[in-house]
């Protein structure tokens, strides 16, 4: 899917993980619209492999075709190199970080990758070994967004919401 909400939207899309506002992620929409896939490739959190990634059931095949287009696209050596292989998370109620209203991924709709190489705030291309470009592509092309240019730099993220 390349028609992604506006982050405006999310919760009328992916529906209101924070269904009594209190804060709390509310069970009952974890159990309706979370799901779990298996990484086509080899993934680490914290040096433990991954298992499995929970995310939204709207963005599981999406998220699916992007890794393993980036397990096809990427040697097991290259994706070690630029971290593609390091998971940082997708499913985390939680604020934005500079705001009061929910993060993308407490819609679990987004993925941080390689966070080691690409730490929030860093402007991109002031490190060794950023997010490759055609990393990002693979992302694009299924309509996720990348943070990598924001003002206040995300190269590690990645969402199915645009921006407005």
């Known amino acids: 899917m390349s028609n992604w909400p506006k982050q405006s939207q999310m919760a009328a899309f992916f529906g209101n993980p924070d269904t009594n506002n209190d804060g709390v992620a509310d069970l009952k929409w974890q159990q309706d619209?979370?799901?779990?896939i298996e990484p086509p490739y080899p993934m680490f959190y914290a040096g433990k492999p991954v298992r499995k990634i929970t995310c939204h059931v709207k963005v599981a095949d999406s998220l699916m075709r992007i890794l393993t287009k980036i397990g096809d696209s990427f040697t097991e050596a290259e994706r070690k190199q630029y971290g593609l292989d390091q998971y940082g998370g997708v499913f985390n109620f939680r604020p934005k970080r500079a705001g009061?209203?929910?993060?993308?991924?407490?819609?679990?709709?987004?993925?941080?990758?390689?966070?080691?190489?690409?730490?929030?705030?860093?402007?991109?291309g002031s490190r060794p070994n950023m997010m490759p470009m055609a990393a990002v592509k693979i992302f694009e092309a299924e309509g996720w967004i990348w943070g990598g240019l924001w003002s206040n730099g995300d190269a590690m993220h990645f969402q199915a919401a645009t921006i407005g």
């Not at 009061?100 to 991109?124: M, V």
Request: hydrophobic share 45%; glycine share 0%.
């Open 33 to 36: 619209n979370l799901t779990a």
């Open 100 to 124: 009061t209203s929910l993060s993308t991924h407490a819609y679990a709709c987004a993925i941080d990758l390689a966070a080691t190489l690409n730490p929030f705030r860093a402007k991109y």
